[in-house]
Each structure stands twice: as structure tokens, then as C-alpha cells.
């Protein structure tokens, strides 16, 4: 397949650099080209434990046409940033390419819909993991599900396949918008109090962050449901409880974001809760804090 991954961070790397050893002819998109350049040249490379780091060859590129038209297009900038991206690198968007998004957000699908349209557009979560310690070069921290959804089974199933063929462990659905409900309930409940308090994420399910995150948790479950989305809050609770083994050693995208003086997406998160909660009159408190101070952490960041 030919394949182009827009966003060469983390996740982008790890994707693109599996995909790429299972044999496919994948092209990252990079926003430099002076990066893309570097990228090209020296490859990239996946570091996970002590194992002996994955090394992958791969095209990158700041121009799209240079792809060709891609058979699949992986969308994995962060979440406030994929109008924009799609929008400059459309050139490799032909009229049978498929859209996979496995961002965090909650409106990534419409973004992706709006492109392409129902038979192309397949979004979905991971529970995969990753650190860019330099350009080209990640920890992968923790390994973990791959969920999507779209409604061309065909399709879906094609993606299926490449990805589970490139190691990675992947379910699809024809509705995606339960498990992204569920996944954007859990970073919007857990990533923005472990940004604040910079705990790390084992103390998650501790007194006193545990109970924000169920405040938090519970007005995100009653807006999804006034969406017709049901989401479990015991389910998304179990998972965070998980976390605390599968991603001890991970910190979380949020407070990458802040490391790096960069925007976080907090506004495609709880933002989206606060203006769905206004618009179907639910108070969401606890996420209208969250944000701001969110919002003033990445002021003084
Ligand atoms: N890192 C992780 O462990 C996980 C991340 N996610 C989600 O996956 C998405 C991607 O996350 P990361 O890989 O961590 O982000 P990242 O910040 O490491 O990478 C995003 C990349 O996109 C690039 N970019 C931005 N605009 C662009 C454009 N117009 N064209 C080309 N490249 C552009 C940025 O320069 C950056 O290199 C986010 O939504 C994040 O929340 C989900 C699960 C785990
Ligand atoms: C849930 C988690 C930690 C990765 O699986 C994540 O999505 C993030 O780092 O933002």
C-alpha cells in the first residue's frame, strides 16, 4: 500500500515505522523540509524496553504530491491542528483514498467526514504509547488496543489487516463514535489532572485526583448521552486503573504538550464537552475549571 502519515510525531512514527518494515511504501509528512529531509536520510528508529531498537527506512516529505496518491492517509497531528493539515497536504487525497484518524478528540471524525466523506472516512483511539526523544526517534512506552470504525466494511477490514500484519493489535466497529466518546472521556477526566497536579499516571485512581476524574467522567457521560453516544463510566474507571501497570512509564500527550511550550487539546477534549453541555443545557462545572486552568497553564508554559 502506498501510505502517507500526516504528523511524524510519536505516534506517527510508530505507525509509519511498523507499517513500513511489514513492507509498505509509506511517506511521512512532515511540516519541514529540512526535517523531512534528515527523516529520509537516516530512517527512523522505535525504541521499546531494552530490546535492540526497530530501525526503519521511510520517505519523508513537506510536499504531498511528491507522495503520489496515497491509498491510505494516516492523520496523527494533534487533534486542533487536522483542518488545517488535511487541507495542506491534499495533493496525495485522490478520490478513492482512505482517511484513518487515530487521534484523541472528539471531533476528529466530522473533520475527516467533511473531507471525504462516509465510505472514506474510518476514525477510531489507541491505547498505544510514545515519546519523541528527537526528530525520528521514539520510546514506544506502552503497547495497547487499536480500535476504528467506519461504515465500508471492505475497507475497514483492508485497514484491519495491514495494521494487525505490522504488529499491532486492532478491533474495528461501524460506529466509531462510542469508543471515541469513551477514549476523549478518559484523557479529557485524566490528562488535563495530571498536567495540573504532575503526578504521574499511577497516582490516577488515589484520593484526592480519583474523585475529580469521576467528576469529570460523569459530566462527560452526560453529554455523550444526550449526543445518543452511551458510554460506561465503570469501563473507562477499569481502564484507568489498568494504565497505572500498562502506562507507568508514559506521560501523557497533555503533558507533553506543556513540556514543549506547545497548545494542548484540551479545546477538542473538555472544550467540546462545554459547548455540547451548553447547547443541550447540562452544567459541566468541573470541566469548565479544568479548561481554564488548562488555558492559563499553557499561557505561562
Ligand atoms: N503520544 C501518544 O502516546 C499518544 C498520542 N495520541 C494522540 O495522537 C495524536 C498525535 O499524537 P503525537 O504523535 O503524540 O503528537 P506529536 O506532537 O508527537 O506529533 C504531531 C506531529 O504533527 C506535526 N504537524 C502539525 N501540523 C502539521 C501539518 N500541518 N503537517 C504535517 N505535520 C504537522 C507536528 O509538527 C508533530 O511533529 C494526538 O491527537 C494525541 O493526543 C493518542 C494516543 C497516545
Ligand atoms: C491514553 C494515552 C495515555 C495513551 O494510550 C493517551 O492517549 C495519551 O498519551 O494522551
Known amino acids: 500500500m502506498n501510505i502517507a ?17 511489514a513492507g509498505h511504501d509509506v ?5 519541514r523540509e529540512q526535517i523531512a529531509n534528515t527523516l529520509s536520510a ?50 496525495c487525497i485522490g478520490p478513492e483514498t482512505l482517511l484513518l484518524s487515530l487521534q484523541n478528540g472528539l471531533r476528529n471524525y466530522d473533520y475527516l467526514l467533511d473531507q471525504v466523506g462516509r465510505e472514506r472516512a474510518f476514525c ?10 528527537e526528530p525520528g526517534t ?40 462510542p469508543v471515541i466518546w469513551e477514549k476523549g472521556a478518559l484523557v479529557g477526566a485524566t490528562a488535563p489532572v495530571l498536567t495540573l497536579t504532575g503526578c504521574p499516571v499511577t497516582h490516577l485512581p488515589t484520593d484526592p485526583l ?8 460523569t459530566e462527560a457521560d452526560h453529554v455523550a448521552t444526550s449526543q445518543g453516544i452511551d458510554i460506561d463510566v ?12 500498562s502506562h507507568a512509564e508514559h506521560r501523557v500527550s497533555m503533558v507533553q504538550d506543556i513540556e514543549h511550550g506547545r ?21 459541566v462545572p468541573i470541566n469548565k475549571h479544568v479548561t481554564a486552568l488548562i488555558h492559563g497553564v499553557e499561557q505561562c508554559s
Not at 27 to 31: I, P, S
Not at 124 to 133: F, H, L, S
Not at 264 to 278: A, F, Y
Request: aromatic share 4%; proline share 2%.
Open 124 to 133: 477510531g483511539v489507541t491505547y498505544e504509547a510514545a515519546i519523541t526523544k
Open 263 to 283: 497548545r494542548t487539546e484540551i479545546d477538542e477534549l473538555n472544550g467540546v464537552i462545554i459547548d455540547l453541555g451548553k447547547t443541550a443545557d447540562i452544567a
Open 42 to 91: 537516516a530512517g527512523i528508529s522505535i525504541h521499546r524496553d531494552d530490546d535492540p531498537p526497530l530501525a526503519a527506512g521511510i520517505n519523508a516529505t513537506a510536499t504531498a504530491s511528491d507522495v503520489g496518491t496515497a491509498d491510505l492517509v494516516l492523520v496523527l497531528v494533534r487533534a486542533h491542528q487536522t483542518p488545517t493539515a488535511l487541507a495542506e497536504h491534499a495533493a
Open 210 to 217: 480519583d474523585e475529580v476524574v469521576t467528576q469529570l467522567l
Open 234 to 245: 465503570e469501563t473507562i474507571q477499569q481502564t484507568i486503573a489498568s494504565m497505572t501497570e
Open 5 to 21: 502519515v500526516i504528523g511524524a510525531g510519536a505516534l506517527g512514527c510508530l505507525f509509519g515505522g511498523h507499517l513500513a518494515v
Open 27 to 31: 511517506w511521512l509528512l512532515h511540516r
Open 138 to 177: 521514539i520510546i514506544h512506552t506502552s503497547t495497547g488496543l487499536t480500535t476504528f470504525g467506519g461504515s465500508s466494511v471492505g475497507a475497514r477490514t483492508t485497514i484491519q489487516e495491514t495494521f494487525a500484519e505490522a504488529g499491532f493489535n486492532v478491533n474495528t466497529v461501524t460506529d466509531p463514535r
